[in-house]
C-alpha cells in the first residue's frame, strides 16, 4: 500500500520544548508533565521516559492529596521535588553538550585527537606507562636475549 504512496508537502519538524532547571510546572489544581512542563532532555532531544516518569510523579502528588494524606501545596512541592532530583542532573549535562557542540570546542577536540602530533604522544604515554621507561628503545638485555638465542 505505501508504495504507491506519494508525499503531499514537505517534511515539518516541531521544535523541541525543553529546560535545564525545572520551575512553573505546577498550578493550583493541575500539574504538568511531559513536553508540557519542558521535560525533554535538552541534549538528545529525547522525552518520551521524561514524560512516563513525570505521569508517575504527578499521579502520585496527586493520590496523596486525594487520600488526605498531604495539602495540595504540600504534595506539589514533592512532585517539583521529584522532578529535579530525577532529571536535573542530565538536563544540566544536556545543557552543556548543546553548549559544547555551539562553540565548536568538540570539532577542535576531534581535530586535536586526530592529529599526527597526539598520536604519536599517545603511543609514548602509553608505551611509557606499560614499560616503565621513557625511552622507546627496546631493553640492552632483549637485544642480548635474541643474539644469545640465535646463537644456540
Not at 532532555?41 to 508517575?56: D, F, L
Not at 542532573?89 to 570539532?107: H, I, P, T
Amino acid at each position: 500500500v505505501l508504495r504507491t504512496a506519494k508525499q503531499v508537502g514537505g517534511w515539518k519538524g516541531h521544535p523541541i520544548v525543553h529546560t535545564t532547571w525545572i520551575t512553573n510546572v505546577t498550578r493550583p489544581g493541575a500539574l504538568l508533565i511531559g513536553e508540557a512542563a519542558r521535560l525533554t532532555h535538552n541534549g538528545t532531544g529525547e522525552g518520551i521516559s521524561q514524560a512516563m516518569q513525570s505521569g508517575i510523579y504527578a499521579a502520585a502528588a496527586v493520590a496523596r492529596v486525594v487520600r488526605g494524606e498531604a495539602t495540595e501545596k504540600v504534595a506539589w512541592r514533592g512532585y517539583v521535588r521529584a522532578l529535579r532530583r530525577r532529571f536535573t542532573a542530565g538536563f544540566a549535562g544536556g545543557y552543556v553538550l548543546r553548549n559544547l557542540v555551539a562553540s565548536g570546542a568538540l570539532d577542535s577536540l576531534a581535530r586535536t585527537y586526530n592529529s599526527a602530533s597526539f598520536q604519536r604522544a599517545i603511543h609514548w604515554i602509553v608505551g611509557a606507562a606499560l614499560t616503565g621507561s621513557t625511552s622507546q628503545d627496546a631493553p640492552a638485555a632483549y637485544g642480548e636475549s635474541r643474539n644469545e638465542s640465535r646463537v644456540a
